[in-house]
């Protein structure tokens, strides 16, 4: 389809174990979100790319995180020496420009044992 | 922290309408209000938005009151499949960051 596209859809890593999940926004928007979301809550934010530009990262919990946009087309959110905290579902949304609506993917549950 | 107010549970009976309130006391003029929802295991699907004059479109219309310290979001003729969280997001248009902030917003469960 024409939406946003995230892979994997389930990720499991032991602890201590680096991960990348990957977000395929929709073809031609400029602008890219990650959120993380723990069970039971909303999404929260974690960075913001405006084409390959990360103009915002003030969501991201640790320097464990790192996410990147190279291309300004695919992103991919990297997570080192995974924690059990880490485990979420990571949501990747995409928007046509400044302060437009947010498309969202179905995200990437992680599981982190 | 999000902006917004909204109960954290709702019912509807099939085929009335839902009407979703959300109060957002502290809005600023340039702020527009937003409506997402999720449904389970999927990610936030975008509904609508306005800044102060109603709207509406093929999924729902939203009011928002004069002074825009409130809002409605109603599902005209609410069904099974619009059983889900909703969000209701107060976000800005001019410098800022582009982010959402959601808070808990209400679960809509409609019921058969």
């Known amino acids: 389809g024409a939406g946003v596209s995230q892979s994997p859809r389930y990720k499991v890593a032991k602890r201590g174990q680096d991960v990348a999940l990957r977000c395929d926004p929709i073809s031609g928007h400029v602008s890219l979100f990650w959120y993380q979301q723990a069970l039971g809550q909303g999404p929260e934010f974690l960075t913001y790319f405006q084409n390959e530009a990360q103009l915002d990262k003030s969501g991201l919990p640790s320097d464990r995180f790192f996410a990147e946009r190279p291309e300004g087309s695919v992103s991919t959110l990297k997570i080192q020496r995974t924690q059990q905290e880490d485990s979420a579902v990571y949501l990747c949304?995409?928007?046509?420009?400044?302060?437009?609506?947010?498309?969202f993917g179905d995200g990437t549950r992680l599981s982190i044992l | 922290d999000a902006k917004t107010t909204q109960p954290p549970s709702m019912d509807c009976a099939e085929g009335r309408a839902a009407n979703l309130p959300c109060n957002h006391s502290t809005i600023s003029g340039n702020e527009y209000v937003y409506w997402y929802r999720q449904i389970h295991s999927q990610g936030p699907q975008y509904i609508i938005h306005?800044?102060?004059n109603n709207e509406t479109n093929e999924m729902a219309s939203l009011i928002i009151t004069e002074d825009r310290k409130s809002s409605t979001l109603i599902l005209p003729h609410a069904t099974l499949r619009d059983t889900a969280v909703y969000y209701c997001i107060v976000r800005g248009t001019q410098g800022g960051s582009e982010k959402l902030v959601f808070g808990k917003g209400t679960k809509l469960t409609v019921n058969p």
């Open positions: 306005g800044l102060k």
């Open positions: 949304a995409s928007s046509s420009g400044t302060y437009q609506p947010q498309h």
